[in-house]
């Protein structure tokens, strides 16, 4: 499906403190964008309320479907079909791989037969590789194991879009990069767009087409790596380059 989600001028407080000010913020269907900024930002928070667990104060968050023929109308992110990956995988240790991935087909009203579920949570073990661990239980799977289930929850209902917030803290580098491969493979092959916020730049940067710098309640940069070469402020790009300010690495 062909979309755009619009942010304009979000805002969000929680009592006296302004999290959010004046968010604009641009996502493209079949995209991957990343949001980045330093802890406490509010990157969190903009996810949740790009997914509907918070409320905002103002502002809006509108999504806008292209049909093939060109002709757009207006949809809610329950239409546009978006699913949340947490960084934990917040699997349910007493439920096999199976149920794991079967679940928000059960509990999300969409009414299908349990053998239409089964048909749905097999293809996607297969397609994921994780037919031999179809009965075990999270506690009996290696971490890229229980990565895969976790992915094959989030991608189970058919989502637009897929929010990922943090996936690769944690891991050791050589994970981190599996994970960041999985995201741009399980793209290609199922098709969604992917919203991410991560702190690992550059790596992340590898399969990301827009980078949203989230800072002092703003989006202060969107845009490709490309367009953050052409940024004059050198503490500026350095920042969105490496991660960090003040950093010794030439450019
Ligand atoms: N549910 C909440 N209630 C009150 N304050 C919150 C809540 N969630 C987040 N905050 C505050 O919002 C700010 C941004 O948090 P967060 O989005 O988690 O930052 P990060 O960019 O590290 O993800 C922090 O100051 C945090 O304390
Ligand atoms: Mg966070």
Redesign the pocket.
């Known amino acids: 499906m062909k979309f755009c989600l619009n942010i304009k001028s979000l805002k969000k407080n929680?009592g006296c403190?302004s999290?959010l000010s004046n968010v604009d913020l641009e996502i493209q269907s079949d995209k991957v964008t990343v949001i980045i900024?330093k802890?406490?930002?509010?990157?969190?928070?903009?996810l949740k309320l790009i997914a509907g667990i918070l409320n905002a104060d103002g502002g809006k968050i509108s999504i806008t479907q292209v049909s093939d023929a060109g002709q757009s109308s207006e949809i809610n992110l329950k239409d546009l079909g978006f699913s949340y990956m947490f960084q934990n995988n917040a699997l349910f240790d007493s439920l096999t791989a199976f149920d794991n991935i079967a679940l928000p087909l059960i509990e999300g009203n969409y009414n299908f037969k349990s053998s239409q579920v089964r048909l749905k949570v097999d293809a996607l073990l297969e397609q994921l590789d994780l037919l031999s661990s179809k009965n075990k239980f999270p506690g009996e799977l290696s971490g890229g194991m229980k990565k895969r289930v976790a992915f094959a929850r989030a991608l189970v209902t058919e989502p637009n879009i897929v929010l990922f917030d943090e996936p690769t803290t944690g891991l050791d580098p050589e994970k981190k990069f599996t994970v960041f491969e999985m995201i741009n493979q399980y793209k290609e092959q199922f098709g969604f767009s992917a919203l991410l916020?991560s702190h690992d730049i550059p790596e992340v940067y590898e399969i990301v087409d827009s980078i949203a710098w989230?800072d002092e309640g703003k989006i202060k940069f969107q845009g490709s790596k490309d367009e953050i070469d052409r940024i004059a402020d050198q503490s500026v790009k350095n920042y969105l380059k490496t991660g960090r300010f003040n950093s010794k690495v030439r450019l």
Request: hydrophobic share 50%; glycine share 22%.
């Open positions: 929680f403190n999290v900024g802890s406490g930002a509010g990157k969190s928070v903009l916020v989230l």
